[in-house]
């Protein structure tokens, strides 16, 4: 279990979220938050446990023990940019970071568009998820379900998910964590949002720890190769009659 006093009293202290709060048990915090009236407000929420967790496509977040960090947050944006669409790789890259710097040299890589493979296993997973209130009132959420430490017990996903310490030995600082987490993310946030186009450093940092690279794939149906990403964050799909770009959904 994680120090959730801590936690919540370093995040107060540096001054990032306008409200954070942490819940024993709770279905999603992605759910919880949506829902939850934050007046424009920026808003962090954790939970210690989550019974209805959910992933990307309508899948679930497994998480029976206790080294799984949980939280989603959530931003009100003042602006709507193209971008936004790129907010959950921005999220992956300033994960993969913060975390690597800790590591060291270890295998950790970027499943495009929205976990994080360590030893290729699993370690990280982003939901993102907009909310509209009203014209004026449009939020994006992020939810983040990070291993930290002790093991997967459940026997559907122990071959494919891991921890951090499972897979290092590797104790991570949970508070330095966060803090150098949101201070990337929310400086690159800012810099995303106000420019027209996606800097050739995002595309090529996604690219250089590119999970997918060369793997065999299948896209409804049709096997391929995917061979990273382009300009315009696309997965490049290569099927061997043709090059496809893939903007948003299930690659196997
Ligand atoms: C995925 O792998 O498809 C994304 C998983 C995201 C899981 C996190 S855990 C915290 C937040 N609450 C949820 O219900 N989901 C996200």
Not at 147 to 153: A, R, S, W
Not at 217 to 236: A, H, M, Q, Y
Request: hydrophobic share 40%.
């Amino acid at each position: 279990m994680f120090n959730f006093d801590n936690i919540e009293k370093n995040l107060k202290k540096a001054n990032i979220f306008d409200e954070v709060k942490v819940l024993k048990t709770v279905g999603s915090t992605n759910n919880y938050i949506k829902t939850y009236d934050s007046l424009g407000k920026n808003l962090i929420v954790f939970a210690e446990k989550q019974t209805n967790g959910r992933g990307r496509m309508g899948r679930t977040w497994l998480s029976d023990f206790d080294g799984c960090l949980m939280f989603s947050f959530k931003i009100p944006l003042d602006k709507i940019s193209e971008n936004i669409r790129f907010v959950t790789q921005l999220v992956a890259i300033c994960l993969h970071k913060v975390l690597l710097k800790e590591l060291g040299s270890v295998s950790l890589l970027i499943k495009w568009p929205n976990d994080l493979m360590l030893n290729s296993k699993k370690i990280c997973g982003i939901l993102t998820e907009t909310v509209i209130e009203s014209k004026e009132n449009i939020s994006l959420v992020i939810g983040i379900g990070l291993n930290i430490k002790g093991e997967i017990k459940d026997e559907n996903i122990v071959n494919i998910a891991s921890t951090i310490e499972k897979e290092t030995g590797i104790a991570i600082d949970v508070e330095k964590f966060l803090c150098e987490f949101f201070d990337c993310f929310f400086k690159s946030f800012n810099l995303l949002c106000d420019k027209p186009f996606i800097e050739n450093e995002f595309i090529s940092y996604i690219n250089e720890y590119f999970y997918l690279k060369n793997k065999e794939i299948t896209r409804n149906g049709v096997i391929g190769f995917s061979k990273g990403i382009d300009e315009l964050g696309r997965l490049i799909f290569d099927t061997g009659y043709e090059i496809k770009y893939i903007d948003y959904g299930e690659v196997v």
